[in-house]
């Protein structure tokens, strides 16, 4: 079984209505429902039970703690941590503090935006990074994250690029 955490930081709650030209008409439900049935096959076709948990807050202590439960718990973390990408020292070092195994994922590709969405605080404790596929950057994120938590749990080997 692999556990995953998919975290959610401010203004993702307005998925769908927020700037649909930049991040898509996709809400954040519907987001989670195809996230499911994307693990529900994966899950199949992997030879495992993948167990979701959504969250999502506006609030940095909050997605802080959220990332810290995940990581002590083993699971592993999908995060969009929306504006506080590019400041959260808070969140880098909870994701470092906590072991957490974690991909960074933005719907849009931020490195085509303003200046200021190029860097992020995260980036280099995250495992890695996706951007830029609107909802499909979660299902990326999904199908890139099992296989290093299996290998991490020691159920397969080899599958990982570190
Ligand atoms: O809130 C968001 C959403 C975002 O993380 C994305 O998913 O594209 C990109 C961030 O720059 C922005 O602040």
Same mark, same amino acid.
């Given at each position: 079984m692999v556990s995953i955490h998919v975290l959610n930081g401010p $203004?993702? $709650?307005?998925?769908? %209505?927020? =700037?649909p030209d930049v991040y898509? %008409?996709?809400t954040l439900a519907d987001i989670e429902t195809r996230l499911r049935a994307r693990a529900a096959a994966l899950s199949a076709s992997m030879g495992t039970t993948i167990e979701l948990t959504f969250a999502q807050t506006n609030i940095e202590g909050e997605l802080v703690t959220l990332v810290q439960n995940a990581g002590l718990a083993g699971a592993g973390v999908i995060l969009?941590?929306?504006?506080?990408? *590019?400041? &959260?020292i808070a969140l880098r070092d909870a994701i470092s503090g906590a072991q957490a195994l974690a991909i960074e994922v933005h719907l849009s590709n931020v490195h085509a935006? =303003?200046? +200021?969405?190029? *860097? &992020?605080?995260?980036a280099a404790v995250a495992h890695g990074v996706i951007a830029? +596929?609107?909802?499909?950057s979660y299902d990326l994120a999904l199908e890139a994250i099992v296989p290093l938590l299996q290998e991490r749990a020691g159920t397969v080997k080899g599958v990982g690029n570190h």
């Open positions: $203004n993702l $709650n307005l998925l769908g %209505r927020r =700037e898509g %008409r996709f969009n941590a929306g504006a506080y990408t *590019h400041t &959260s935006r =303003e200046q +200021f969405r190029h *860097h &992020s605080m995260i830029g +596929f609107g909802a499909a």
